[in-house]
């Protein structure tokens, strides 16, 4: 948001009054005055009388376009429930350490037992290749694991899994698993400040 637009804005708001109303997704990272409603997440923190928080993060997945790459990864006829594990990378507030992975890896295959299950995982485009090579050394023997970013495997994984894992470093993959109306859980890592 550039002050050459919000000059703009300001002329239209001023000829026009009323007839325009602005609404901003997200945090614009400038005065909230300049607009008539803001629809941002929680996790934003944004407060104010023009502000609506919204739980997830919005998107542009649709469940007509998960329907439709449900044949994409093979797995349809799987016997066993499937288990769409989705992996975030690190950001700010999650590092990924050798440690962390391994204890979450180890989490989610004690969860999901061979024997009941077969997990898919799908990395993301912040996922390490060095962390996508764990989760096939971890995964492969009894599950799926898809070794590169792919939107057609992700979509894939949405619409056949049973239950769906994500990472809690992205509330947009959080929010995109939450469409299928299918139960999410959230995996929980150290948060980077946390001893």
Known sequence: YSSAASDVYKRQKK???KEIFTIH???PKVS???????ISPEHDNMKGDNVISTTGAIHY?????IKENSNYLGLEKEKKK?????IGGPNKYYAYSEKIIHQTFNKVKTLFTPDKYRIIVIPSYRTPAKVIKKAYDTFNFNHHVVKEVDKRAYLSALSISDHIVVTCDSTSMISEAAITGKPVYILSLIHISEP
């Open 15 to 17: 000829r026009l009054g």
């Open 25 to 27: 997704i997200q945090n």
């Open 32 to 38: 909230l005055n300049h607009f008539d409603l803001i």
């Open 61 to 65: 997945l649709t469940k007509k376009e």
């Open 82 to 86: 499937l288990v769409a594990f989705i």
